[in-house]
T-cell receptor
């Protein structure tokens, strides 16, 4: 199946700093990438949908100025958490959709996730 | 609104069979996914149903009834490694995935 990588896998930062998370589709082109956040014992929460070459679409309640998304190429999307605070500590997961894939059913392939801890 | 319901937690015995149900109400339907998620890891794809009926894949099977807005995931010959959360997700008319809260499956020896 298609592979999505995410970097870093784990990051610890001080309150007020910014953190960038990269999501890459390794063996396919992803016109659409998704960013999720998951708090402990809760389900995935979609934060934003990122389309290559255009502005991301943010879900209600997600601050676009705090969570900056850049989808500059068909294989890379980045999420930058600006001025991070302890309440931003969470598990951030990206996924990519391979529209041209052999599965043919809009499957989303997930990256391994990034564990962010803000002190 | 859009809604997906699945039990919060289930317990089963190693070697047994367990069925995890999922009911949904969404704006449009373009398929239903089941994902497995181990603690601290990203979800991994298990199955996809877009037509009514049963899809079998090894120890795992998934069933869909579109008229009833209902699906289930059937796990046979349970193994300890099957302890995980199982997420039901529906692709709506905008091809957006709507996620259930997940069912935590606990396998006991």
């Amino acid at each position: 199946g298609a592979v999505v990588s995410q970097h870093p896998s784990r990051v610890i930062c001080k309150s007020g700093t910014s953190v960038k998370i990269e999501c890459r589709s390794l063996d396919f082109q992803a016109t659409t990438m998704f960013w999720y956040r998951q708090f402990p014992k809760q389900s995935l929460m979609l934060m934003a949908t990122s389309n290559e070459g255009s502005k991301a679409t943010y879900e209600q309640g997600v601050e676009k100025d705090k969570f900056l998304i850049n989808h500059a190429s068909l294989t890379l999307s980045t999420l930058t958490v600006t001025s991070a605070h302890p309440e931003d500590s969470s598990f951030y997961i990206c996924s990519a959709r391979d529209l041209a894939g052999s599965s043919g059913y809009n499957e989303q392939f997930f990256g391994p996730g990034t564990r962010l801890t803000v002190l | 609104g859009q809604n997906i319901d699945q039990p919060t937690e289930m317990t089963a015995t190693e070697g047994a069979i367990v069925q995890i149900n999922c009911t949904y109400q969404t704006s449009g339907f373009n398929g239903l996914f089941w994902y497995q998620q181990h603690a601290g890891e990203a979800p991994t794809f298990l199955s996809y149903n877009v037509l009514d009926g049963l899809e079998e894949k090894g120890r795992f099977s998934s069933f869909l009834s579109r008229s009833k807005g209902y699906s289930y995931l059937l796990l046979k010959e349970l193994q300890m490694k099957d302890s995980a959360s199982y997420l039901c997700a529906v692709l709506d008319s905008n091809y957006q995935l709507i996620w259930g809260a997940g069912t935590k499956l606990i396998i006991k020896p």
